[in-house]
């Protein structure tokens, strides 16, 4: 759609730096900001997610976790500042974007009346995979996401449970090497999203992953650093293990070091 990616930074170039694409990261922000006329979503944010890494982005409702993934998906332009997916400028070479990325929304859109294996093969059709790498990708994401007993049911007669596993399953079908999750266990039962933790475990080699959800529990089991954001400022950027360390220091848990950074608006 001309003209929708507009360039914020008109003039300046969009270029990541040249690096080896082993160990660039996969994900970068610098200095991104989203206004919504007069009303910012998101203040210059900027931070990284390396190849092999899960990243949890954390912060209560409305502190602006969707509006990043939106931008990293392309699906919003930043009104300011620069991003990069998997080496490609996202105002400039959206499609290339695109294709390198698997984005689960926190509002899963998926076709009511198609049945789960047609939908499945239309991703993926879309996605431009061929016969023979779709039938391959369709027996993984079938076995992965658990949908062998569905696949003849119309989407809009599956649990929310399942709608969740088929959005997944749509976005893994073409094997992206950037996955963005915006709340992916909202709707699973607990033995459910103890499966997913598992199962991301193992998407995570030569992956970049940014899972976005409110529970903190569910994102340190699986994440190695945390990304706290609220009111659209991002608060703090560090290692679980230091705040595992930070907590026990102050005699407290998790949860409550990370409300404490919440409430106070910086890390401490």
Not at 171 to 198: K, R, S, W, Y
């Amino acid at each position: 759609m001309p003209g929708f990616f507009s360039d914020p930074l008109e003039g300046r170039s969009c270029r990541l730096d040249a690096r080896d694409p082993a160990t660039s990261p996969m994900l970068r922000l610098e200095n991104v900001s989203k206004w919504y006329g007069a009303h910012r979503a998101v203040e210059s944010i900027s931070f990284q997610v390396d190849r092999g890494e899960i990243v949890g982005f954390l912060g209560p409702n409305g502190a602006g976790k969707s509006t990043v993934l939106r931008m990293l998906s392309t699906w919003l332009p930043p009104t300011s500042g620069r991003i990069w997916v998997n080496g490609h400028d996202a105002c400039r070479e959206a499609l290339e974007v695109r294709r390198s990325i698997g984005y689960l929304p926190e509002h899963n859109a998926l076709y009511e009346i198609m049945r789960v294996e047609d939908f499945l093969r239309f991703a993926g059709r879309l996605r431009g995979l061929g016969n023979s790498r779709l039938e391959e990708r369709m027996t993984w994401v079938v076995d992965r996401c658990g949908l062998g007993a569905i696949l003849e049911k119309r989407i809009q007669e599956c649990s929310k449970g399942n709608r969740q596993r088929v959005g997944l399953a749509a976005a893994l079908i073409h094997d992206p090497p950037v996955i963005l999750l915006d709340e992916p266990t909202h709707g699973l039962d607990p033995l459910q999203v103890a499966a997913f933790l598992e199962f991301l475990e193992e998407l995570r080699e030569n992956r970049a992953i940014l899972f976005s959800n409110h529970i903190l529990s569910e994102l340190v089991a699986v994440s190695r650093r945390l990304l706290v954001i609220d009111q659209g400022r991002l608060l703090a950027n560090v290692e679980v293990n230091r705040l595992r360390e930070l907590a026990a220091g102050r005699g407290t848990d998790l949860d409550a070091l990370v409300l404490e950074i919440v409430r106070s608006g910086s890390a401490p």
